[in-house]
């Protein structure tokens, strides 16, 4: 059983959400036909590239493939591919950063992951489409609320969470 993750700078129902995609408990279209619920198709419903498990749903979509690597970029970092589900929510940098940096960036992964499945959601019950260049904005407004809220001791600019919120991972 995978361990749950805490986070104190985003909401409880973050980190739920985190606990069950790590757990693959999640209702993405595979996972409600080994419940054996009829199903027209377990193929992603935003792709139809694929079988539509947590880690497609949310990570390799060709429709969110784009959306990490603006995250990342907006970050600094290189390329996300190949890493797992596990993997972009444990949150870790790989950067000479201080255990609040890697949970600020934690809390952005998670915020990221979490606005993806909630815009999936809308796709396939509301037929509503996420502009993968209004998600960034969307992921970069949510994530600042929720962490700059949460962060007691320390004030988070707005313009350089926007421009540069990599020195954040440098907060001590």
């Known amino acids: 059983m995978t ?18 995609a790590r757990q693959r408990r999640l209702p993405t279209l595979i996972e409600l036909g080994k419940r054996d619920i009829d199903l027209h198709s377990v193929r992603c419903p935003l792709c139809d590239d694929d079988l539509e498990t947590v880690d497609h749903s ?29 993997e972009i929510l444990q949150g870790n940098c790989n950067s000479p950063s201080t255990s609040l940096g890697n949970k ?17 959601n809308e796709k396939v019950f509301r037929g509503r489409s996420w502009n993968p260049s209004v998600a960034l904005n969307e992921i970069q407004v949510k994530s600042y609320h929720w962490i700059s809220t949460r962060l007691k001791k320390r004030k988070i600019d707005w313009l350089s969470w926007l421009n540069d919120p990599s020195v954040y991972l440098r907060v001590v």
């Not at 361990?3 to 069950?20: D, Y």
């Not at 603006?70 to 589900?85: C, D, E, Y």
């Open 3 to 20: 361990e749950t993750m805490r986070n104190n700078l985003v909401p409880k129902k973050l980190e739920v959400f985190v606990w069950r």
């Open 58 to 86: 949310i990570i390799f979509c060709k429709h969110v493939i784009g959306i990490w690597d603006r995250v990342f970029g907006w970050w600094g970092f290189g390329n996300m591919s190949n890493l797992s589900i596990n």
């Open 104 to 120: 600020i960036w934690q809390a952005v992964e998670w915020v990221s992951a979490y606005l993806i499945w909630r815009n999936r």
